[in-house]
Structure formats: structure tokens, C-alpha cells
């Protein structure tokens, strides 16, 4: 069955440093998303992906987080100066239409020190 | 704003069914899902049902909606130790919208 797959499983940086967190979502997927869960908590939105441009963002997407989609198969979020409060499980998800369901990658968990 | 509610533990023995219980308060939600969580794993979509309906059947799992009372369940029948996981409840207010998971209700299996 194909899978939304995520790498690295796990990334360990240094606060003030730049971290590229990579998906590659189902191949017949259009709509595309990243959520993150800090340990212990709710799993929370961060920003939508359809037609090559974000359709949605929640607040904790400010200015230091950017997503793209650089060629037909990989969507990426970089944090610009990951702070130690973005450790967290990275999550990408990916679904073929508005009314499909929403399947997620294992993720990746991001430490920053 | 919107808001999904799910009680935090339920301890069950193996053999017996389990019920997850979750609350949301958008009433305009199409799609309502419950994923499974094992310890350092991602969400596994385990199934989801539409808005228009009230239940949802698929081998030991039981779905059920009451859209009334913005109340969805999740029936385990024959509940097994590999069952042990924390099951998010969410939903969608609206399709293609960013999904609202509730903080997840760890299920304990003993044998």
C-alpha cells in the first residue's frame, strides 16, 4: 500500500540553526500538510499545500517556517533558527482530494539544543 | 473555535470490547476520523466516516456518530494487547480543511 514516507526519522540541531524536514507524500496526492505534536500534547496544524501554493496556515506558522514543493514528488518544511521550543514530531500528510481521507508519514523528531 | 474532546485513558481486558469516546463542537464538519498512535510511531488512519452518517462497520471496528450530540464513538470488539495505543479522534470543518485532532485517549490492553 503506498505511504507518505519522511527523513530523517530523526534530526538533532542546535538552536539558531536551519533544519529541512523532507516528505514525499503518495504519488496521486494533491493536497499536502504538515502538523507537528510537541511530547505529551495534541497534534496541531501547521500549514496546508494545494496547486503549488499554501491554501492554509495556522498561527504557529510565522515568519521562520517555509514549505515547498521543489519537484513532483517532494514537499519540505524549513524552519529558518529552530528555537527549543520547535522540538517536536514533525508530521506530514498528504490526500488525493478535498474529500478523501488524510494519511501521515511516521514523522520526524526534531531536537533542537 | 473549533473543539475536539476525548477522555485521556481507558484500561480494558483482552477479549473484552473497548469504547473510545470523543466530542466536537463544529457542526459543519464533513469527515470524522480516528487515527492510532503506538509509542514513536506515526497516525494510522484507521477509519473514518462521513457526516451524513451514523455508523460505520469495518471488521472489529464500529464507528458511531450521533451528529445531534456531536458525539463520535470507537467500538473494538475482541480487544487484543496489539490494540494498545493512543487513538486521536478528529475532524475536518470543512473538506480540504486542516483536520482538529483531540489530545488523544491512551487504550491499555492487560492480559
Known amino acids: 500500500e503506498p505511504e507518505v514516507t519522511q527523513t530523517p526519522s530523526h534530526q538533532v540541531t542546535q538552536m539558531g540553526q536551519e533544519v529541512i524536514l523532507r516528505c514525499v507524500p503518495i504519488?496521486?496526492?494533491?493536497?499536502f500538510y504538515w502538523y507537528r505534536q510537541i511530547l505529551g500534547q495534541k497534534v496541531e496544524f501547521l500549514v496546508s499545500?494545494?496547486?503549488?501554493?499554501?491554501?492554509?496556515k495556522s498561527e504557529i506558522f510565522d515568519d521562520q517556517f517555509s514549505v515547498e514543493r521543489p519537484d513532483g514528488s517532494n514537499f519540505t518544511l524549513k524552519i529558518r533558527s529552530t528555537k527549543l521550543e520547535d522540538s517536536a514530531m514533525y508530521f506530514c500528510?498528504?490526500?488525493?482530494?478535498?474529500?478523501?481521507?488524510?494519511?501521515f508519514g511516521n514523522g520526524t523528531r526534531l531536537t533542537v539544543t | 473555535g473549533e473543539d475536539v474532546e476525548q477522555s485521556l485513558f481507558l484500561s480494558v481486558r483482552e477479549g473484552d470490547s473497548s469504547v473510545i469516546n470523543c466530542t466536537y463542537t463544529?457542526?459543519?464538519?464533513?469527515?470524522l476520523y480516528w487515527y492510532k498512535q503506538e509509542p514513536g510511531a506515526g497516525l494510522q488512519l484507521l477509519t473514518y466516516i462521513f457526516s451524513n452518517m451514523d455508523m460505520k462497520q469495518d471488521q472489529r471496528l464500529t464507528v458511531l456518530l450521533n451528529k445531534k450530540d456531536k458525539h463520535l464513538s470507537l467500538r473494538i470488539a475482541d480487544t487484543q494487547t496489539g490494540d494498545s495505543a493512543i487513538y486521536f479522534c478528529a475532524e475536518d470543518h470543512q473538506a480540504g480543511t486542516a483536520l482538529i485532532f483531540g489530545k488523544g485517549t491512551t487504550l491499555s490492553v492487560s492480559s
Open positions: 463544529d457542526s459543519s464538519s464533513t469527515y
Open positions: 504519488s496521486n496526492h494533491l493536497y
Open positions: 499545500f494545494y496547486n503549488n501554493e499554501i491554501s492554509e
Open positions: 500528510a498528504s490526500k488525493s482530494g478535498p474529500n478523501s481521507p488524510l494519511h
